[in-house]
Nanobody, 125 residues
Framework: QVQLVESGGGLVQAGGSLRLSCTASGLTLFSNYAMGWFRQAPGKEREFVAGISFSGGTTYYIDSVKGRFTISRDNAKSTGDLQMNSLKPEDTAVYYC?????????????????WGQGTQVTVSS
């Protein structure tokens, strides 16, 4: 049984930082999968935030988080992280990690093979 478990969400003031973690279990080989972080605010669609390739050598970000967020992974531990700095109220959302075999589809939530349960991030002004 495949499981992705996120942790690290919480309440933070604007300008603060949080580090989200995603731990995978049950995958045949974690390094076969690209990983992405998405977020979903109330009343909005799930939005791609950041992605990282199988090896971790290539990363992708949406423009609104570039320079503030950093995605990373540790294939030996089957984990991925999203370091979020200089947080803004508009970053408030439930954040989800997911894994996808099709590397070229990492921006598209419907292509993902497995998802975590989500973790709430709330940024107060």
């Amino acid at each position: 049984q495949v499981q992705l478990v996120e942790s690290g969400g919480g309440l933070v003031q604007a300008g603060g930082s949080l580090r989200l973690s995603c731990t995978a279990s049950g995958l045949t080989l974690f390094s076969n999968y690209a990983m992405g972080w998405f977020r979903q605010a109330p009343g909005k669609e799930r939005e791609f935030v950041a992605g990282i390739s199988f090896s971790g050598g290539t990363t992708y970000y949406i423009d609104s988080v570039k320079g503030r967020f950093t995605i990373s992974r540790d294939n030996a531990k089957s984990t991925g992280d999203l370091q979020m700095n200089s947080l803004k109220p508009e970053d408030t959302a439930v954040y989800y990690c997911g894994v996808v075999l099709a590397h070229t589809s990492m921006r598209y939530s419907q292509k993902y093979d497995y998802w975590g349960q989500g973790t709430q991030v709330t940024v107060s002004s």
